[in-house]
T-cell receptor, first 114, second 111 residues
Framework: GAVVSQHPSRVICKSGTSVKIECRSL??????MFWYRQFPKQSLMLMATSNEGSKATYEQGVEKDKFLINHASLTLSTLTVTSAHPEDSSFYIC??????????FGPGTRLLVL | QKEVEQDPGPLSVPEGAIVSLNCTYS??????FMWYRQYSRKGPELLMY????GNKEDGRFTAQVDKSSKYISLFIRDSQPSDSATYLCAMRRTGRRALTFGSGTRLQVQP
């Protein structure tokens, strides 16, 4: 299957700082990328959908000013958690979709806000 | 009521057993169905992707879709300890790329 990478894999930061997470499709062009959040022992919750070159579409209840998404190219999308707080600590996973119908997921980024 | 229901388990079976994992859904607009495997602290890995009602087989895995009953299944034959993971069903509507996930079933295969 297609390869999607995420960086960093783990980040620990102080409350109030901003954290940027990168998602890259390594061997295909992703017209659409998705950002999910997963709390322990829970399923993936879609946060937003981003299409290359256009503004992201956020799910209900997700603050677009707090979770900034940029999809600057067909292989890169970034999620920036602004002014992170302990309740933002979670496992953030991106996925990418190219011409096929399926999504391929990255390995996830574990964020811990102290 | 959730759009997709999945028993969270945990499901514990002995090595070599046949495992049956299931999801039900309420929205007939879901037309594409997937099964993902997720190991602890890792991203989900796509196992099976189906569209039509019926069975699809890939190695030890068989995905089954019954659109009339809004019920999908994943069967794992000759289960191995390395199959121990959380299995997530996912589905999407025609014209939308976003997936709706079940809550995941934790599977433990005992050696």
């Amino acid at each position: 299957g297609a390869v999607v990478s995420q960086h960093p894999s783990r980040v620990i930061c102080k409350s109030g700082t901003s954290v940027k997470i990168e998602c890259r499709s390594l061997d295909f062009q992703a017209t659409t990328m998705f950002w999910y959040r997963q709390f322990p022992k829970q399923s993936l919750m879609l946060m937003a959908t981003s299409n290359e070159g256009s503004k992201a579409t956020y799910e209900q209840g997700v603050e677009k000013d707090k979770f900034l998404i940029n999809h600057a190219s067909l292989t890169l999308s970034t999620l920036t958690v602004t002014s992170a707080h302990p309740e933002d600590s979670s496992f953030y996973i991106c996925s990418a979709a190219g011409g096929e119908e399926t999504q391929y997921f990255g390995p996830g980024t574990r964020l811990l806000v102290l | 009521q959730k759009e997709v229901e999945q028993d969270p388990g945990p499901l514990s079976v002995p090595e070599g057993a046949i495992v049956s994992l299931n999801c039900t859904y309420s929205n007939s607009a879901f037309q594409y169905f997937m099964w993902y495997r997720q190991y602890s602290r890792k991203g989900p890995e796509l196992l099976m992707y189906t569209y039509s009602s019926g069975n699809k087989e890939d190695g030890r895995f068989t995905a089954q879709v019954d659109k009339s009953s809004k019920y999908i299944s994943l069967f794992i034959r000759d289960s191995q300890p390395s199959d121990s993971a959380t299995y997530l069903c996912a589905m999407r509507r025609t014209g939308r790329r976003a997936l709706t996930f079940g809550s995941g079933t934790r599977l433990q295969v005992q050696p």
